[in-house]
């Protein structure tokens, strides 16, 4: 059996729930749904673009305590509270994205844990890929 990593980017909710923002199993990396969240403030409150940017930095920044980087994302999962936000959000990912081009799902859900979030992402990394 591949050993098992847990990382935690140390929100609240973590220890609340009982889940690890990433687990790293051999060279699978799967990162749990992901807010701009920073402690207790929410960064780029109402604002999808720098909530997508803050996101995907906090990837970088777990898959470089992993071992990895964003060029190792293979798959993403958006959940946003407004449709209509696709454009800003999409223009934020492409920033980071346009030349990896994971595998990707953008669906509209209901709403997210605090009424300023607007979008959460989750990802899965493979170590071995480029």
Known sequence: MK?????????????????????????????????????????GAKDPYEQTEFIIEKFSSILKEAGGSLNNIVRVRIYVVNIEHWKNISKAFSRYFHNIKPAATLVEVSSLILPELLVEIEATAILSTK
Do not use: F, H, Q
Request: glycine residues 12%; proline residues 0%; negative net charge.
């Open 3 to 43: 050993s098992r990593i847990n990382y935690s980017s140390g929100v609240m909710w973590e220890d609340i729930v009982g889940y690890s923002r990433a687990v790293k199993v051999g060279d699978l990396v799967e990162i749990s749904g992901t807010t701009s969240v920073d402690g207790e403030k929410v960064i």
